[in-house]
């Protein structure tokens, strides 16, 4: 049943391994094989699966510090969107991690299917870059994203719920040593998703994780490779130099913001792909705010002279300064600045203004999401207030951006570049406090800055949308006052 | 079992009391001094009291450089203030301090854990593990799976895997890392009495053996107070001074 290559003694369905029972192999691959498990004790509160590393020849180095690494660094994650870790076995007796099996399916399932709808597209990259900041933020880069490696769990009504990252035998942790940083003499991933300084030998950069999720998300806009699948080291150095067919060149309705999006991952230069995962999954989840530069309408890839110029520079070329996941998390937050443009008095929307101001100078890198709500009666929804509706929202989107012009003018948010780092929405709802908790939320936002209502009067009579957004919502808040 | 390794003390007797009180708070149920118990610090008498009082508790205790140089003179390698020190040192033990210190073993093996003031090859020639060569070098004079030393005083933590490669760490202070049975690991914790990373909070580490687990710690304590009792008894200015900048 095991290879004739595995050197221990093969595994067979009713073993027992550190307490746990094997029922059923359901995967032999490369470099491991899984196993359905359940505990002796039968206390199990989890489905769970067992990962047995596959050891070729006893000694070799991939597979085992690999496992090493994973073994490392799987329990010291937690949240959704990794699967829970249980149990690890020694390699003194027989290797294994026992942790939760996770219901749904893996991405690779659909690669076949792509070109997907642009819907299915975005949801799918939505979903995996918060993901990938849940996991940034626990001070880790995945180094191995691909299809293969990440799993949504079953959601409502048939859906896909939350993405889940598998396998963490290439991973990088910011706080624990690095036990593959020199082990071996060529680049370390997946040869089609693998980023330019990853191919440098950087194994630090969680702006990594983000091209390959680039490379995943062309591949399923477009069913091509973005960088093909080279087997030689000069051929994984092409994407420092040479950039990839633009997706709208074999997909003319691929709309040219997310072919922003996904040549802005592909980037080879990280400095100029997004800052964080968490802004990626704004990008997506706004698609009416992101910035078109030349390369949303490029159909074309860069001519000959071009490329040769970045061949040049890519021969001699060091990566730059260096970021930890959890610090580039920290120095790209995404601010959320709830103004209520229409009943706020002149002076709190200017305290409200400068205090914004000062939260974002501290932060080069930082997103300011301009909000404002507007409120919408629960029963309304048939009543012909159409044309009323949208004219108000217009009038409201207006006074926001008048409220941010300082902002704007004076932290240089603006620049007609690539890096928007202010948007604009005017959401409608009939509980304000819940409408801007739930934009935090789907937004990873890390910073609300609100004005408090001034009159106490006011405030006892309408409730304090501040106070609920203090209580509900899971970031940083601030309250502005007006000194007056 | 919650094993607390502390080295370089140095005679800093604030330091040593804020790692203690520290390392109880963090369960510690044994002590591993890793050697320099004086030399450089104010408090050499306080100091050796408490390590000889922990030894009688079960503790292990080895020799360092500072302490052979109180008990048999200074090397010559010994820098100008670090040989002042050592008269004045020697002149403020009594005898049974200077025969604890002159007691002391150079190398203690528990189980596979080795400890040892500088390094595991040549632990007479106080040979500083200052890179991965000497870290290898040390790590394959023994079988043990962990080495703990001192000498170093920035923290550290290198391992060796069976293919030979060699990695080294620079930790981040109350992180725990669970330290892989593939491999063999060298560990610093880094100084309690004269910490040199530019952080003036004291160092040790806790090593849980069940788990092979270790923590390493960095523990803030009044390093004025121990500065002005060095000034207070004469000894060099500088090494006050080093104790604000931990430099």
């Known amino acids: 049943m095991a290879s004739d290559a595995s050197t221990v003694a093969p595994l067979s369905a009713g073993q027992i391994i550190e307490g746990f029972r094997l029922e059923e192999r359901t995967h032999q691959g490369g470099m491991a094989s899984l196993w359905r498990v359940s505990s002796v004790a039968g206390n199990d509160a989890l489905p769970l699966i067992m990962k047995v590393p596959r050891l070729r020849g006893g000694d070799d180095p991939t597979t085992v510090v690999g496992f090493e690494v994973e073994q490392m660094i799987l329990p010291t994650l937690s949240g959704p969107h990794v699967p829970k870790f249980v149990a690890r076995g020694d390699f003194a007796q027989q290797p294994c991690i026992v942790m939760e099996r996770i219901a749904g399916s893996s991405l690779r399932e659909r690669l076949d299917a792509a070109p997907l709808t642009i819907a299915e597209v975005v949801k799918i990259g939505t979903k995996i870059a918060i993901a990938l900041h849940d996991l940034h933020r626990q001070h880790v880069v995945h180094l191995d994203v691909k299809p293969s490696n990440v799993m949504f769990r079953p959601g409502p009504d048939g859906q896909i719920g939350d993405a889940v990252l598998i396998d963490f035998g290439l991973a990088r942790h910011a706080h624990l040593p690095d036990l593959l940083e020199e082990e071996f003499e060529l680049p370390m991933g997946t040869a089609p998703y693998m980023s330019p300084e990853q191919v440098q030998f950087v194994r630090s950069d969680p702006r990594s994780d983000l091209f390959a999720l680039g490379v995943t998300l062309y591949h399923l806009a477009t069913g091509a490779r973005a960088f093909g699948n080279p087997s030689s080291v000069a051929g994984l150095r092409r994407r420092l130099y040479r950039d990839p067919v633009p997706p709208r060149a074999l997909r003319p309705d691929c709309p040219p913001w997310l072919q922003e999006i996904i040549l802005r991952c592909l980037d080879a230069d990280p400095n100029r792909r997004h800052q964080s995962a968490a802004q990626l999954a704004f990008d997506l989840q706004n698609p009416d705010q992101v910035v078109l530069t030349d390369r949303a309408e490029r159909r074309s890839r860069h001519g000959a002279l071009r490329t040769l110029r970045r061949w040049f520079a890519a021969l001699g070329a060091q990566p730059r300064e260096r970021w930890t996941p959890s610090q580039l998390a920290a120095r790209s937050p995404i601010v959320l600045a709830a103004v209520d443009v229409a009943a706020a008095t002149p002076a709190l929307l200017q305290a409200q203004c400068q205090t914004v101001q000062r939260v974002m100078q501290t932060e080069p890198g930082a997103r300011l999401a301009c909000v404002a709500v507007m409120k919408t009666h629960r029963i309304a929804m048939d009543e012909p207030m159409e044309s009323d509706g949208s004219s108000k929202h217009v009038n409201l989107l207006v006074q926001l951006k008048h409220w941010a012009r300082p902002l704007v003018q004076s932290l240089a948010l603006e620049r007609r570049d690539e890096d928007a780092r202010v948007t604009f929405h005017v959401l409608e709802a009939a509980d304000v406090a819940a409408a801007i908790i739930e934009f935090a939320r789907k937004n990873q936002v890390d910073h609300i800055v609100i004005g408090a209502r001034s009159s106490s009067m006011l405030r006892r009579y309408l409730g304090s949308v501040s106070t609920q957004v203090v209580a509900e919502s899971g970031c940083n808040v601030t309250v502005v006052r007006a000194t007056e | ?247």
């Open chain 2, 1 to 247: 079992m919650n094993l607390a390794l502390i080295t370089d003390l140095h005679a800093n007797r604030e330091a040593v009391e804020s790692v203690m009180a520290h390392a109880e708070r963090e369960g510690a149920q044994r002590y591993a001094f890793l050697g320099d118990f004086v030399g450089y610090g104010a408090d050499p008498g306080w100091v050796v009291d408490l390590v000889r009082a922990e030894v009688k508790r079960g503790a292990i205790a080895v020799m360092g450089n500072h302490d052979a140089a109180v008990v048999k003179g200074p090397t010559p390698t010994m820098t100008a203030p670090a040989r002042q020190v050592v008269g004045w040192t020697r002149d403020q033990l009594n005898g049974a301090q200077r025969d604890f210190l002159a007691s002391l073993p150079l190398v203690m093996t528990d189980a596979d854990r080795l400890f040892v003031h500088a390094n595991a090859f040549a632990p007479t020639e106080w040979a500083y593990v200052l890179g991965r060569m000497e870290a290898i070098r040390s790590l394959h004079s023994t079988h043990c799976r962990f080495t703990f030393c001192g000498h170093v005083h920035e923290p550290k933590l290198f391992h060796l895997a069976p293919t030979g490669k060699a990695g080294d760490f620079t930790p981040v202070p109350g992180v725990p890392i669970a330290l892989s049975p593939q491999r063999q690991w060298l560990a610093i914790p880094g100084s309690a009495g004269q910490p040199r990373d530019g952080n003036p909070a004291a160092c040790y580490a806790m090593f849980d053996t069940g788990s092979a687990t270790l923590t390493f710690h960095r523990v803030p304590y009044d390093h004025e107070a121990a500065g002005v009792k060095i000034r207070a008894a004469g000894l060099p200015q500088s090494l006050a001074e080093r104790l604000v900048d931990g430099e």
